[in-house]
């Protein structure tokens, strides 16, 4: 029967701050040596699913160190951490990365306080907007307002100016109705009048026969007395 091995460590010795990757074919809670640590959490003991993991090995490790994989099974893998002869030299890498990232730091630090005075800007300029935004909304319901009240006013002049037309059309027709009736009695004024000038002529006529007659009948009566 063959025995899958729990956990498989890609090298058996490595030197002081190296990294060396764990793989594991099943959970297992793994317990590593204090001077050691895994990459991702920077924590000595996990539990952890099947994959892959990188161990990071200190300057403080040297020596025989184990590592204690508890599953299903239980093993110990043994690694063979090696001093660094040029220490210093690695320490003084050491020194200079961590002067970088401290520096890197104060620039992650110095845009986070950007990208925060930023939000807070744009914050702002969200809470105007929404202001404005109430502003206008508040603006276009008095608009629509004001609109439908100019609406219903302008239906009422519609109406009021059918009714004032019907009103200009039978004023119209009235007028048409006097002009004929005007015109009807200006020719009877003419008749009228001409009448009146013959009924004149005629009357004079009549006058001064009368007078002619009256004459001529005192006339006779004078020559009959005279006569007698």
Known sequence: MILLLLAILSANSAFQGEVINLTLSEPATVYLDECMFFEHSLNSSENLAPGNYRIVLSYGCEGFKSIL?????????????????????ELTKLQKNLILLQKENENLKSRASYLQSLVEIINSINVDLYD?????????????QELEFTKSELQNCSRDIVSMNQKISNLQLRISELEKNNSELERTLKSTEESLKSSAFYSEIFKNSTLLLIAIVVGIFLAFLRRY
């Open 132 to 144: 404005r935004i109430k502003d206008l909304t508040e603006k276009n319901a008095k608009l629509n």
């Open 69 to 89: 994989v508890k599953g299903t099974q239980e093993e110990r893998l043994i690694l063979e951490v090696k001093k660094l002869g040029n220490f210093s030299e």
